[in-house]
C-alpha cells in the first residue's frame, strides 16, 4: 500500500507560520494531483487546496485563500503546504492525499492515497 507521510505540524501561536510537508517514499505521483485536507474534532474532513502534477495550477478552500500556498517538488518527490497568519480555527489534523488528475479536486472521496495526518494547534 502507498503511503504518504506527513511532517511538521506542531503548537502555534496565532499570527504564525508553520510548513508542512508530504513525503512519497518510492512513488513519484506522475500525473497526479496532491491536496491536502484537514480534519477538526467532531467536524467532516474538508478540503483545503490542491496542486496539479506540473504544479502550474493550484486550488484552495476560500477559508485559506491569500494565508495558505502550496507547492510540490517532483524530483523528491515532496508536496508543500506553507500556511502564514495562523488563526485558531485552523486547528486541525491536516492530511496528503493524491488523485489522478481529472474531476473532483475538491472531493475527498476521489482521493485514493492518504497520509496519517500531522496535528496542527494554533493557540489565541
Known amino acids: 500500500q502507498v503511503l504518504l507521510v506527513e511532517s511538521g505540524g506542531g503548537l502555534v501561536q496565532a499570527g504564525g507560520s508553520l510548513r508542512l510537508s508530504c513525503a512519497a517514499p518510492?512513488?513519484?505521483?506522475?500525473?497526479?494531483?496532491m491536496g491536502w485536507f484537514r480534519q477538526a474534532p467532531g467536524k467532516e474532513r474538508e478540503f483545503v487546496g490542491a496542486i496539479m502534477w506540473s504544479g502550474s495550477s493550484t486550488d484552495y478552500a476560500d477559508s485559506v485563500k491569500g494565508r495558505f500556498t502550496i507547492s510540490r517538488d517532483n524530483a523528491e518527490p515532496t508536496l508543500y503546504l506553507q500556511m502564514d497568519n495562523l488563526k485558531p480555527e485552523d486547528t486541525a489534523v491536516y492530511y496528503c492525499?493524491?488523485?489522478?488528475?481529472?474531476?473532483?479536486?475538491?472531493?475527498?472521496?476521489?482521493?485514493?492515497?492518504w497520509g496519517q495526518g500531522t496535528q496542527v494547534t494554533v493557540s489565541s
Open positions: 492525499a493524491a488523485k489522478p488528475e481529472g474531476l473532483g479536486v475538491r472531493n475527498r472521496y476521489a482521493y485514493l492515497y
Open positions: 518510492g512513488r513519484t505521483f506522475s500525473g497526479y494531483v
